[in-house]
C-alpha cells in the first residue's frame, strides 16, 4: 500500500524540487531546501517512534517560530503524531491547564520557558522533555545526512495533525482538533482563492499557537512547492525592508500590523513591486488605509476565517476591497454556509442571521470535549455564533463578532475566560469586561467591577493580581468600578448597556 498523496507533502517536493528552498529563519538567516526538510522529517519521525510515539500521541511545543517546528510537521504528516503548539504568553496557571487538558506524550520547548513549566504541576508528568535548543542542534546537523523512514499508510481524514486552542467562550480553552484532511481542503481552498504556485514567496511572522501561523501560508506553500521566510517576532521596519529583499508576492498581516509597517522609517522608499497583494485577517481596514497602501501600489485582499473551519473561509478580491468596502468577500470554494435565525431557519438575503458552514474542512470537534463539540456541530453544519448578512451579490459582512470576543493586536480575547480568573478575587462580587477602542491595539479590555460590600479594591490591585495569571494582551487596560451591573429582564449582564456607557463616556 503506497502513502496517500495529501499525507506526505514535503516528500513530494523532496522528489520535485530538491534544492529549492522550503523555508528560511530571519533571525539567524539558516534554511532548509525541500530534500533537507524531508530527510529531517524522516530522522524526527524516527526518533520519536523509536521512544514510543505512535499515531495519535500529542507533543508539546513552547516555542517561537523557528525551522525545527517545520521539521515536525514533516514528521507529523509522516507518523500521525499530533502537533500541540502552545501559546508562549500564556502565564504558568494557563498553560498548566493545556498540559492537563492534551496530555502530552512529550513537550519542547525553550529553555528561557522553563521556569513557567516547571511551575506547572502537569508537566512533572510527562514522560519526554527536551529543550529546542537542543531538539534544533541535532536536527540541522543531519540535514545532509539519508534517513529512511516508512511514512504510515493508515492515517486517515479524519486524524488530527493539530490540537489548536482556542479562547474558552465559558472560561476555559477549547482544543480544536485540525485534520489531515482539513488541512488538505484548506491548502486547495487557498490556492482556488489566492492563487498560490511554486513561485510564490512570503513573510510568515504569525505566531505558531495561530491556525493562521499554520494554516494561511506555510502549509498551503508547502503544498504547492513555495517558499516563506519565518520570523519570530514582527518587526515593522524589518517586514517592509524584508518584502523588497525577497521579492515576497503575498503576505499576510492582521490591520495592527499594517498600521505599524505603514509608520515604519522604510516604508516611503522600499521597492515592493514584487507583491501582488496583502491578505487581512482578523477585522476589516479603515479606507484610508486600504487607499493608502494601494498609493505604494499593494492592493489589499481581506478575509474572515476561523481556527475550526479552514481557516480560510471567506475571501475579498482585492478589485473590490474598496468597492465592497467592510465585507469579508465570498466564500471559499469548497464551502457550504447558510445563513439562519435562532429556530435555525434560513433568512432571506439581506436579512442578518447566524452563520453555519459545512465542508470538508470543519473540525470534527473539540478534543475531550464531547459537550462543546455537540453544541458547535449540528446536523453535519458548524455553528459559527458570528451574525452576518449576505447582499445580492453574494458577499458576506459580519455584524456581530462571535458572542463577545474582541481582538487585540490580532489576539482573540474571550472575556468570559478572563471575567472568570478575576471573579476569584476575594474582594469582587460581579465582573464583566468589553472590548474598547485602542489606538495601537485595535480594542483593548475594560472591566466593570462590581466590589463585595466594605471592600476597598483598587483598580491598581486589580491589575497586579491579574499580572503573571493571564497574558498581558488578556489584561483589561482599563478598570471602572459600578455600583451593581446592568442586566436584562433575564438577569443576564448587559453588555450592550455597558458598551453604550463606555461609548457615552468617551
Known amino acids: 500500500m503506497s502513502v496517500q498523496p495529501h499525507r506526505d507533502w514535503i516528500s513530494k517536493w523532496a522528489v520535485y524540487a530538491a534544492q529549492k528552498v522550503a523555508v528560511k529563519e530571519y533571525e539567524t538567516q539558516r534554511s532548509l531546501t525541500y530534500r533537507e526538510l524531508h530527510v529531517l522529517g524522516n530522522h524526527v519521525a524516527k526518533v520519536l517512534t523509536d521512544k514510543g510515539l505512535r499515531k495519535g500521541d500529542r507533543i508539546a511545543i513552547l516555542s517561537e517560530s523557528c525551522l525545527e517546528y517545520y521539521v515536525l510537521f514533516a514528521a507529523a504528516q509522516k507518523t500521525g503524531i499530533v502537533l500541540v503548539p502552545m501559546n508562549y504568553r500564556l502565564s504558568a496557571r494557563e498553560i498548566d491547564y493545556l498540559l492537563a487538558d492534551c496530555e502530552p506524550a512529550m513537550v519542547i520547548a525553550r529553555e528561557k520557558y522553563k521556569p513557567i513549566l516547571e511551575a506547572c504541576g502537569h508537566y512533572q508528568h510527562v514522560s519526554y522533555t527536551v529543550s529546542m535548543e537542543e531538539f534544533a542542534e541535532d536536527a540541522y546537523s543531519r540535514r545532509f545526512s539519508t534517513y529512511a523512514f516508512q511514512a504510515r499508510t493508515d492515517i486517515e481524514d479524519d486524524d488530527p495533525l493539530f490540537i489548536l486552542y482556542t479562547s474558552g467562550t465559558t472560561g476555559f480553552p477549547k482544543g480544536a482538533l485540525y485534520t489531515h484532511g482539513m488541512l488538505f481542503w484548506n491548502a486547495i481552498n487557498t490556492h482556488l482563492r489566492l492563487d498560490i504556485s511554486s513561485r510564490d514567496v512570503s513573510i510568515v511572522c504569525t505566531p505558531p499557537f495561530h491556525t493562521g501561523g499554520w494554516n494561511i501560508i506555510p502549509t498551503p506553500f508547502f503544498h504547492h ?34 498600521q505599524m509597517m505603514k509608520e515604519a522609517p522604510s516604508f516611503a522608499t522600499a521597492d515592493l513591486s514584487s507583491v501582488r497583494y496583502f491578505i487581512i485577517g482578523g477585522e476589516p481596514l479603515p479606507l484610508p488605509v486600504i487607499e493608502e497602501w494601494q498609493r505604494r501600489g499593494i492592493p489589499i485582499r481581506q478575509g474572515f476565517g476561523m481556527t475550526e473551519v479552514g481557516p480560510s473561509v471567506t475571501s475579498l478580491h482585492q478589485d473590490d476591497s474598496v468597492r465592497k468596502i467592510g465585507s469579508i468577500g465570498t466564500l471559499n470554494f469548497y464551502l457550504e454556509a447558510r445563513v439562519v435565525d435562532d429556530n435555525g431557519n434560513d433568512v432571506p438575503q439581506g436579512e442578518e442571521g447566524e452563520l453555519l458552514l459545512r465542508g470538508h474542512v470543519v473540525t470534527p470537534g473539540y478534543y475531550k470535549n464531547p459537550k462543546a463539540t455537540a453544541e458547535a456541530i449540528k446536523d453535519g453544519w458548524f455553528y459559527t455564533g458570528d451574525i452576518v448578512r449576505q447582499d445580492s451579490e453574494g458577499f458576506f459582512y459580519v455584524v456581530d463578532r462571535k458572542k463577545n470576543m474582541y481582538i487585540s493586536g490580532g489576539e482573540n480575547v474571550y472575556p468570559a475566560e478572563v471575567e472568570k480568573f478575576i471573579g476569584t478575587h476575594e474582594d469582587i462580587a460581579e465582573v464583566a469586561i468589553i472590548g474598547v477602542p485602542d489606538e495601537t491595539w485595535g480594542e483593548v479590555g475594560k472591566a ?19 499580572m503573571g495569571n493571564l497574558a498581558k494582551y488578556k489584561i483589561p487596560k482599563y478598570i471602572e468600578f459600578l455600583p451593581e451591573l446592568p442586566k436584562s429582564d433575564t438577569g443576564k449582564i448587559d453588555r450592550r448597556r455597558l458598551k453604550e456607557m463606555e461609548a457615552a463616556a468617551r
Open 225 to 258: 512547492g513555495a517558499s516563506f521566510t519565518v520570523m519570530r517576532k514582527f518587526d515593522a521596519d524589518a517586514v517592509v525592508r524584508l518584502l523588497e529583499q525577497e521579492r515576497v508576492t503575498m503576505f499576510m498581516a492582521v490591520p495592527t500590523m499594517i
Open 448 to 466: 466593570f467591577i462590581v466590589r463585595k460590600p466594605s471592600a476597598t479594591l483598587s483598580a491598581e490591585e486589580v491589575l497586579s493580581y491579574c
